[in-house]
């Protein structure tokens, strides 16, 4: 439903002083359509960071750039690039492999040995190698 409000002084120097402005329903965020998208987007709710926050990680400080440039990255309007990557991912704390996974079990494979300390990673790379070579 549109609702026009006439509102006194709400724009200087428009004809008698009255502007109409419209009040509408919020705007529902567009859906991913990537899934890169959908990994970018629900990391960046789960570290409870708006779209302007990421973008000031990004040293996007002014709200209308940063806010429609995650926007554009969440929505598969734009990718971004290598290094706007690596800044997305730390700042998230996730690693960008994360992101770019082609499934969701290699992302998840992909998150949880990121979280492992080396010596653990070592530990379950020689185990995926043997699983592998080893014929069934």
Do not use: W
């Not at 290094?83 to 991912?89: D, G, H, N, R, V």
């Amino acid at each position: 439903m549109h609702v026009a409000i006439i509102a006194n002084d709400l724009y200087r120097g428009f004809g008698s002083g009255y502007a109409v402005a419209s009040c509408r329903p919020p705007m529902q965020p567009k859906s991913p359509a990537t899934l890169f998208g959908r990994r970018l987007r629900a990391a960046r709710v789960a570290a409870g960071l708006t779209q302007a926050d990421l973008g000031r990680v990004l040293g996007l400080d002014d709200q209308n750039t940063g806010a429609p440039r995650v926007s554009r990255y969440e929505t598969g309007r734009h990718e971004p690039d290598q290094e706007t990557m690596a800044k997305i991912a730390e700042a998230l704390g996730l690693p960008v492999a994360y992101f770019h996974a082609v499934d969701n079990v290699l992302a998840e494979v992909i998150l949880l040995v990121s979280r492992m300390p080396p010596a653990e990673r070592e530990a379950i790379l020689a185990l995926i190698r043997e699983r592998v070579s080893t014929p069934e």
